[in-house]
């Protein structure tokens, strides 16, 4: 994807895990991180930023989809900005019901540079739809700023309780196992409702991206979720978007989701 129409610029490759352990403890080749738990990474490569700005982190979606997140310290930003340089040393929140294995050598997220692209034009936007270069489902909304809102329409991912541990036994953080993971959970046509402190699954209906056109999430929140550190959608995707609502408050029905569809400046 990086090497689509100036996007190498904008996003970096994969980031891996070094050694991993929990918050305040020892670190080591792996560690099964529990639900409510944090911890600290070491990571590698180390990724030459963009002096003077913030980049965001979007992490790995098989990680994502277990309510787990990556992120920066609050304490590493004054460096990032002064130095340009990435932090070896990431932060991992488990938020989510399944146990997740993480090892050295996995693959955990990707930093990205939001004020270096561009959002469309409305006028764009309208005539990559007209073309078919661009689909939206109807539970979309564009604004006259090429603002995109989307709608939360009554789709659920569950993982029965029956399943969590058997589930957790497996490595899926290793290798490209997403489908896997997700066929242990049940789909169901039902209100998204949300849990206080943990996070819930729901998706949008079919998208497709033109290939040269990302969509990002904002990690912005309606008072009742916020999508976690998983924002960046590439260029070329089709199908619908797996979104990942962590609760703010119990019980309330999120309304919808705030995104951009971009491109790399010139």
């Known amino acids: 994807m990086r090497g689509k129409s100036g996007w190498s610029g904008v996003i970096s490759g994969d980031v891996r895990i070094t050694s991993v352990g929990r918050y305040g403890g020892k670190l080591g080749k792996s560690l099964t991180l529990k639900p409510g738990q944090l911890a600290v990474a070491t990571v590698k490569p ?28 609050q304490s590493q930003l004054e460096k990032i900005i002064r130095t340009g340089e990435s932090p070896n040393e990431v932060f991992i929140r488990h938020s989510g019901a399944i146990p997740i294995r993480l090892r050295a050598g996995n693959r955990t997220h990707r930093v990205y540079y939001p004020q270096l692209v561009s959002a469309l034009r409305v006028d764009e936007i309208k005539r990559l739809r007209k073309s078919g270069d661009l689909v939206l489902g109807n539970d979309v909304k564009v604004h006259s700023n090429g603002l995109v809102e989307i709608r939360i329409h009554p789709i659920v991912y569950e993982l029965p309780k029956s399943k969590v541990s058997s589930v957790a036994k497996k490595n899926w953080v290793s290798g490209s196992k997403r489908k896997q993971f997700m066929d242990h959970f049940d789909k169901k046509e039902k209100k998204v409702r949300t849990k206080f402190g943990e996070v819930v699954l729901t998706e949008t209906k079919y998208v497709k991206l033109p290939k040269d056109v990302g969509l990002f999430f904002m990690n912005t929140t309606d008072g009742k979720s916020v999508h976690i550190r998983s924002l960046l959608i590439d260029p070329g995707f089709e199908g619908p978007i797996v979104m990942e609502l962590f609760g703010l408050t119990e019980g309330k029905c999120p309304d919808t989701v705030l995104a951009w569809l971009v491109r790399p400046r010139n």
Do not use: N, Q, W
């Not at 030459?48 to 310290?73: K, N």
């Open 46 to 73: 180390k990724i030459d930023l963009h002096m003077g700005h913030i980049p965001g982190i979007s992490t790995r979606s098989i990680i994502a989809r277990h309510g787990v997140e990556v992120g920066f310290a």
